[in-house]
């Protein structure tokens, strides 16, 4: 497809010009896949390597489990924005089964997601920090407390799914993945407490990447809605979910054009050098930064961001 750009010709006419429109996804992110295939690795060998490992060998089931399911975040995150299986099927069965890679019901993370998005880690935001937590009681209330005490969050997204089947996507959701949880506990106790230590440590993790997103970030500010990230191993690995100021501007737009839109910020002046770092969110000294300038420092006093708010965003 084209569109078609009108040119100012001498004498008051105008030419019309065709320039080429971005073309569209892959109906299959092969990339993204491989990662998620490795899931699909590890999950059966899990189970059926359970009673024959050592302690030892099910410790190092465990770690490298949970290495796989904190990679596949970065996989889930980008398939709720643009598919990486777009074939409906498909589309289907990997949300799906990417939800019990990280733990989350598909369809209620999906709406606690763009919640997010919607607010920009301003108020009515539901994942944001609360005035004066620190870094690590954040992670582990936003961890345990959807397995723990889910009735919030469980009021909080059946409100909001009221698009066609919807609710019963979340019914389905957490069926799959509380009770595939729980019926592993049941058939053997040590290997299902085992898989929920794993997906407790990965959703630890995952909500420090929240943290370090929007660290000093402003929801009221265009240019200030989330850190950016250079770190050429993080976004190399991780599809570049370094880019969050651009990714949160525009988030329809694909993993793999993200570098060339934080560019065009950066020129536009939409990215605030402040808001920039080396570092990946993973290394140590970014770690150490936030935990001592952030974690105790009550949350800004913000509004309802303006900016993203009812931009159409995700694939549903």
């Given at each position: 497809m084209a569109r078609g750009v009108k040119q100012p010709l001498l004498g008051g006419r105008t030419e019309c010009f065709m320039t080429p429109a971005r073309p569209p996804p892959p109906s299959a992110d092969l990339p993204?896949?491989?990662?998620?295939?490795?899931?699909?690795?590890?999950?059966?060998a899990f189970i059926l390597s359970w009673d024959a490992l050592p302690w030892v060998g099910r410790l190092a089931?465990?770690?490298l489990g949970w290495a796989i399911c904190f990679w596949n975040y970065a996989v889930l995150h980008n398939h709720m924005h643009v598919s990486i299986a777009r074939p409906p099927l498909a589309h289907w069965v990997v949300s799906r089964s990417l939800g019990m890679a990280c733990g989350f019901p598909y369809r209620g993370y999906f709406i606690h997601h763009f919640n997010h998005h919607r607010y920009d880690d301003g108020p009515g935001d539901?994942?944001?920090?609360?005035?004066g937590e620190r870094v690590f009681r954040y992670c582990l209330r936003s961890a345990l407390t959807p397995w723990l005490w889910p009735y919030e969050t469980l009021g909080q997204v059946w409100q909001w799914a009221k698009k066609k089947n919807q609710r019963l996507e979340l019914a389905v959701d957490f069926l799959v993945v509380d009770g595939a949880?729980?019926?592993l506990i049941v058939w053997k106790p040590a290997l299902g407490l085992a898989l929920w230590g794993v997906l407790l440590v990965t959703q630890f993790c995952i909500h420090w990447l929240n943290l370090a997103a929007h660290f000093e970030t402003d929801s009221e500010q265009k240019d200030a809605l989330g850190t950016t990230s250079y770190s050429a191993f993080y976004n190399?690995?991780?599809?570049?979910?370094?880019?969050?100021q651009a990714h949160h501007l525009k988030p329809q737009v694909p993993w793999?054009?993200?570098?060339?839109?934080?560019e065009e910020l950066a020129r536009t002046s939409r990215l605030r050098p402040e808001l920039t770092t080396g570092l990946s969110p993973i290394n140590p000294l970014w770690v150490a930064r936030v935990v001592k300038r952030y974690s105790a420092k009550p949350c800004d006093r913000q509004t309802e961001s303006k900016?993203?708010?009812?931009?159409p965003t995700a694939v549903t």
């Open positions: 993204q896949l491989a990662v998620h295939a490795l899931w699909w690795g590890w999950f059966p089931m465990c770690l539901w994942g944001r920090r609360r005035p949880l729980l019926a190399r690995w991780f599809f570049n979910a370094g880019y969050h793999y054009e993200l570098p060339a839109l934080t900016i993203t708010a009812g931009t």
